[in-house]
T-cell receptor, first 113, second 111 residues
Framework: DGGITQSPKYLFRKEGQNVTLSCEQN?????MYWYRQDPGQGLRLIYY???????QKGDIAEGYSVSREKKESFPLTVTSAQKNPTAFYLC????????????FGDGTRLSIL | GQQVMQIPQYQHVQEGEDFTTYCNSS?????IQWYKQRPGGHPVFLIQ?????EVKKQKRLTFQFGEAKKNSSLHITATQTTDVGTYFC???????????FGRGTSLIVHP
């Protein structure tokens, strides 16, 4: 089955530590996205990538970094500069941007130790 | 920047009652998408509206896109417990690559 795989499902971060969240898709989609979800806040865009080796900041990119070295992979690093990282992180992909529906992974829940 | 406002934030209904959530944009939209997120799950695409005044139905769900393409609604007739979840709209401006999500409406259905 094609889909998006996020790992791990749960992640704990210590103060001052960087952590990387994995997102892999086998849908052959060009566009990939990272969202942060907090209770009552909906989905806020962190970064998105329209094509391999290219990515753009979203609304809340500070304290996060991404790479897009392969079409199927779009990892998100939560750096120590992100002071409030506890949230539910969702990765999504679409055939391209614009009119195409987004397919979401199951998410990673990040907590601070 | 573009803003998409969605109301209400929460809605409690008795099973069998109707439910409606509304999205309003500060700018004219090229299209609007609707997603459903079950508790503990991830958003799942439901439908996309593109044309002014468009109405689409999926069984008990009716989706509308306003004439001015600045607002949209999702109406559920005779809710069931399986309808429980958070419904998000996502509107895209013509010049934007990506849509902006509303904050969602959480539907709670009491049996």
């Amino acid at each position: 089955d094609g889909g998006i795989t996020q790992s791990p499902k749960y992640l704990f971060r210590k103060e001052g530590q960087n952590v990387t969240l994995s997102c892999e898709q086998n849908l052959n989609h060009d566009a990939m996205y990272w969202y942060r979800q907090d209770p009552g806040q909906g989905l806020r865009l962190i970064y998105y990538s329209q094509i391999v080796n290219d990515f753009q900041k979203g609304d809340i990119a500070e304290g996060y970094s991404v790479s897009r070295e392969k079409k199927e992979s779009f990892p998100l690093t939560v750096t120590s500069a992100q002071k409030n990282p506890t949230a539910f992180y969702l990765c999504a992909s679409s055939i391209s941007g614009g009119n195409q529906p987004q397919h979401f992974g199951d998410g990673t829940r990040l907590s601070i130790l | 920047g573009q803003q998409v406002m969605q109301i209400p934030q929460y809605q409690h209904v008795q099973e069998g009652e109707d439910f409606t959530t509304y999205c309003n944009s500060s700018t004219t939209l090229s299209n609007i998408q609707w997603y459903k997120q079950r508790p503990g799950g991830h958003p799942v695409f439901l439908i996309q509206l593109v044309k002014s005044g468009e109405v689409k139905k999926q069984k008990r769900l009716t989706f509308q896109f306003g004439e001015a393409k600045k607002n949209s609604s999702l109406h559920i007739t005779a809710t069931q417990t399986t309808d429980v979840g958070t419904y998000f709209c996502a509107g895209r401006e013509g010049g934007s690559y990506i849509p902006t999500f509303g904050r969602g409406t959480s539907l709670i259905v009491h049996p």
